[in-house]
T-cell receptor, first 114, second 114 residues
Framework: QQQVKQSPQSLIVQKGGISIINCAYE??????FPWYQQFPGKGPALLIA?????SEKKEGRFTISFNKSAKQFSLHIMDSQPGDSATYFC?????????????FGKGTLLTVNP | GAGVSQSPSNKVTEKGKDVELRCDPI?????LYWYRQSLGQGLEFLIY????????KSGLPSDRFSAERTGGSVSTLTIQRTQQEDSAVYLC????????????FGDGTRLSIL
């Protein structure tokens, strides 16, 4: 059972455009939703995270939008740059649990063309 | 400061051999996680440590997999009698162990079983 579904699998955007990646979750106990960025040969790095008490969080060019009723959240990358080309993973965890383990989506390979 | 360190970065071994993968977490981080990343897949949770104890081993795929943590610091993931399906990148992450504290990942060990 895949608890976090991520789409699209791959995305090509022109420089300066907006990249949008979507995730949907099933477990209503999830209450922490981070996004990770991963470059080839490197480990995932935390980009931005949100809790469901807010509907949107913005950090620089990166914004998370959260829809609790729909159990969906998305990452928007404004003014996308070639340096943003990487694989992006959404994740979720339950802070009411005992271990805070992350459940990940399968990733989106983003390519930003110059 | 130093991040999460994993060794070796690459490991090639023959089917049936045992392998040990090492993780040095960020100093002071009480929580430590192992994840597995297969080609084209997201990250799959394997095991969680809080201090030296492992309250959640639910992600270990078989009894060939085991892990330990000593001194509340270094952790070793051991795979016995390796199979080709064990080929993957094994990632370690650490966090301060509190609610919604970000997990910081190492760059992983790329394991190839011939």
């Amino acid at each position: 059972q895949q608890q976090v579904k991520q789409s699209p699998q791959s995305l090509i955007v022109q420089k300066g455009g907006i990249s949008i990646i979507n995730c949907a979750y099933e477990n209503t106990a999830f209450d922490y939703f981070p996004w990770y960025q991963q470059f080839p040969g490197k480990g995932p790095a935390l980009l931005i995270a949100i809790r469901p008490d807010v509907s949107e969080k913005k950090e620089g060019r990166f914004t998370i939008s959260f829809n609790k009723s729909a159990k969906q959240f998305s990452l928007h990358i404004m003014d996308s740059q070639p340096g943003d080309s990487a694989t992006y993973f959404c994740a979720a965890s339950n802070s009411g649990g005992s271990n805070y383990k992350l459940t990940f989506g399968k990733g989106t390979l983003l390519t930003v063309n110059p | 400061g130093a991040g999460v360190s994993q060794s070796p970065s690459n490991k090639v071994t023959e089917k049936g051999k045992d392998v040990e993968l090492r993780c040095d977490p960020i100093s002071g981080h009480t929580a430590l996680y192992w994840y597995r990343q297969s080609l084209g897949q997201g990250l799959e949770f394997l095991i969680y440590f809080q201090g030296n104890s492992a309250p959640d081993k639910s992600g270990l795929p078989s009894d060939r997999f085991s892990a330990e943590r000593t001194g509340g610091s270094v952790s070793t993931l051991t795979i016995q009698r390796t199979q080709q399906e064990d080929s993957a990148v094994y990632l370690c992450a650490s966090s301060q162990g509190d609610v919604n504290q970000p997990q910081h990942f190492g760059d992983g060990t790329r394991l190839s079983i011939l």
